[in-house]
């Protein structure tokens, strides 16, 4: 009698299932030591920007128009002797200012403006009468200055100009004037200053001489 084989062989399976959970975990293994973090890093913030007293030098555009107003002391120089005894003491005024100021290499701003001004000057006669002595003038001239913060001007204006004396009409003629400032410019849009200047009114019979102390403003509008 043959012995009887069952119809499929027997094979072991511990074996087989621990193969095959050895390879799954060998899988999984791989893929999470693969799956790592990586950063990327861009390129570092921009700088900062510069303090506020370099606000000139990057913001200013290369033509902007001013506006100015100069408050000043005048004190009369060279004074002409008066045929009925008048005199002249001190005396006080404004100027108005317009231009358009143009940045030119090397820090320079040139300025073209045209402007008015009045000065009153006091008058006494010989009985010691005090009376009006006014000075009018409308001119065009240019400044020039240089300097980040502290700015050194110059200018010149020339013009025509007449007076005003007492209730009646005085002389009229050629009108100059020339002079020098410091500007501070700390305050964005805004100039601050003090000027020094001489100025005369050729005015007949009499042509009138005077220095001018005092301080200015120029409003920057860009």
């Known amino acids: 009698m043959r012995p009887f084989r069952p119809l499929c ?33 861009g390129p570092p913030p921009p700088a900062p920007p510069p303090p506020r007293y370099y606000y000139y030098d990057y913001r200013e555009p290369p033509y902007t128009f001013v506006l100015g107003l100069d408050a000043e002391g005048a ?49 006494q006669d010989d009985a010691g009468n005090a009376y009006d002595w006014d000075m009018h003038r409308v001119f065009a001239g240019a400044r020039l200055s240089f300097g980040r913060v502290v700015a050194p001007v110059v200018y010149g204006h020339v013009g025509y100009g007449w007076q005003v004396v007492g ?22 849009h805004l100039n601050l200053g003090a000027h020094i200047e001489y100025a005369e009114i050729d005015a007949q019979p009499y042509a009138v001489e005077w220095i001018a102390l005092g301080v200015h403003a120029d409003l920057v509008f860009f």
Not at 75 to 81: F, H
């Open 167 to 188: 209730d009646s009409q005085g002389g009229d003629g050629f009108a100059f004037d020339v002079g020098g400032a410091i500007d501070l410019r700390v305050i964005p």
């Open 9 to 41: 062989p027997a094979h072991p399976v511990l074996p087989v299932m621990a193969a095959t959970l050895m390879a799954c975990a060998a899988l999984t293994f791989t893929r999470t030591a693969g799956a790592q973090r990586v950063y990327v890093y």
């Open 75 to 123: 004190i009369p120089v060279n004074v002409p002797q008066f045929l009925d005894g008048n005199n002249l003491t001190g005396g006080a005024g404004f100027k108005l200012r317009a231009g358009e100021q143009i940045r030119l290499q090397g820090g320079l701003r040139f300025t073209p403006e045209v402007g008015y001004g009045y000065d009153h000057l006091w008058a």
